[in-house]
């Protein structure tokens, strides 16, 4: 059976690579310690009052409060006026990843459909770019240390604002819906009918996907198989698209 549609989700706006179709889930690990900001004493009730004014933070305030109170902390201990409350900060990283573990086998279609586009769309910005970079961002290279900020800082703030709502939707849908993991023997034949289709049109995909090596040594192929794969899911008529993405993120 064709080893693929395995997906780590993180979030850009944390610095987030999006999706793999192949490899294990990223490890989401504790917060290390806070670095210390000449800005530490900030009055936390503004910086909430700040957090609040930003639609994922206000989501997360709603439905993660947990979350959101390890965010604020976090958030005070390193204040720096001159850094912008929606820079991404890749060491918070581990709580989104940790939510959207959970949260996105019950989002709505809609919103899946539209986190799927926003991949797309930020894989396309990246290829343009470097087509390594792409690569990177979804998940070619998971064993290497990088330093995602260097792809965030490539991405337009409208899209980056975007991005904000689109993962906010995610959230939001998943507590204010009905959706749930659809059955596994109904989505894996569609799951195998959109891989063949990309494996046709790349007669090498299921190699990109499984042999790293390969992958490293032709730059950019990662990401135009993927881009492909993920293309084929919304190319699907109906609820099948929405079920078939809810399927992979339950995974």
Known sequence: ?????????ISALLVLPAVAWSGDNINASPLNGAENSTQANTDSSDLRNELLKIPLYRTMSLHEPEAYSVIVEHVSANYNKEQSLTDPRPELRPILQDILDRRMPFASDDALRAFLNLILEQTSVLYDIDAELCDIYLGAYMNIDIDQRQIVERFSPELLRKEHQIISNVIMSSYNGSSSPPDENKMEPLRLMVFDKVQAQYNDADKVLTDISYAIDHKGRY?????????????????????????IFSE
């Open 1 to 9: 059976m064709h080893q693929f549609f395995k997906i780590a989700v």
């Open 223 to 247: 990401c135009v198989v993927n881009h492909a794969l993920y293309q084929g899911m919304l190319d699907l008529p109906g609820d099948k698209s929405g079920d078939l993405i809810r399927y």
